[in-house]
């Protein structure tokens, strides 16, 4: 087993396998995040998930979460997160997605809060839109042979949908709540981290099917329509617990004004029905249903008009850092050698080096060799270019002249 890998956050920029970190994203239960590019020189900015040793530890979870990003990675929709790359790098558990510049749409709501910025319901209404074709086109995916592939995203929520500076809308991590249901080599937990918005019959352990996306959908409307959490914890700085997401008690909505109020208030109210039965048995249903009320109350909105409205008010900082640490981690990357290339043991090892040349100083008159071939001299010649065969006879034929020149 290889040598674990060191994911401390600081050590930035800094090699991960065939990619380059350079800023530290996020921090969640489950994952830490980085944004980075590949280490073959490509200017592609994607996003590098590091699972956390808890889950990256778990034989089984590993191989659930690796088959379910594989099935994932076949989901070809601009709603949805592209996977390009899943594995393991020594002990840490990895998943290499494309990169959405921007927010995900729960850091869209805390920066809302703390600036003060009220999100138009036109907007949430765009952003709940998006994300049901998302689920939609999961939820109808087919094999080769015709027939459904069952997928189900299990964590539909706020930090799972992504709001790019261009307005664009998709959903990330298909497949890692599925592998959270291998609840033997899972914490509690980490298990009622999710739990603010499952549906009831997921908290209680049962078969779920296309409707538990709708009731999280739902949930995610009706915290941007009543502007808080639909369940609160058990005190501070705690998660909703499992027991109130089975028992899915759902408070009425407020009362804000809205054009056609009762009916948005409808829609919410059907995705959140305890009995799936009386849900809506799609995600196109209830995508039609609050279509039909964005025309009648005349709240039509765009994704070039969402896109502007996130960079005017957030974008202009956030963007400027980014590409302040991106050129860092250029830089950190040219001043870097490449990192080496295992040799496999069935190719031979070829030699390189060119032996060292050791100089002697050379008495007046004398002149200078050297010990080592000089570079493109055959074996066995001097540094003058002769051979010690030549110079040999060269010697002997000089002493014969002497002779004869002696006995004359």
Known sequence: MAPPVSVHPENLPRRFGRYVLFDKIGEGGMARIYLGRPESGSDKLLVVKQMLPLFSNSERFSKLLIDEAKLAAELTNSNIVQVFDLGREGDVLYIAMEYVEGFDLRQLLQQCSKRQIALPIEFSLFV??????????????????????????????PSNVLLSFHGEVKLCD?????????????????????????????ARGEPIDARADVFSVGIVLWELVAGRKLYRGGGVGRMPSLEQASQAEIPALPERGLPHETELHRIIGRALSVDRDMRYASCRDMRRDLEAYVLEAGLTV??????????????????????????????????????????????????????????????????????????GTPAGTTAGGGSPVVAVLGVLLLALIAAFWLLR
Do not use: C
């Open 302 to 375: 765009s994704q070039l008009k969402f896109g502007e409205w996130i960079t005017q008010n957030f974008g202009t900082e956030i963007i400027e850092l980014r590409r302040e640490r991106e050129r860092a981690a250029r830089a950190w990357l040219s001043e870097r050698p490449p990192a080496p290339v295992a040799v496999k043991p069935s190719e031979p090892k070829v030699a390189t080096a060119v032996p060292s040349e050791r100089r002697i100083e050379a008495k007046p008159g004398q002149a200078v060799r050297s010990e080592a071939p000089l570079p």
């Open 174 to 202: 298909f497949g890692i709540a599925r592998a959270m249901a291998a609840r033997e080599e899972v914490p509690d937990e980490a298990i009622e981290g999710k739990a603010g918005y499952m549906s009831p019959e997921a």
């Open 128 to 157: 709940v839109g998006e994300t049901l074709k998302a689920l939609e086109h999961a939820h109808k995916k087919k094999n080769e042979q015709g027939e459904s592939l069952g997928i189900v995203h299990r964590d539909v929520s």
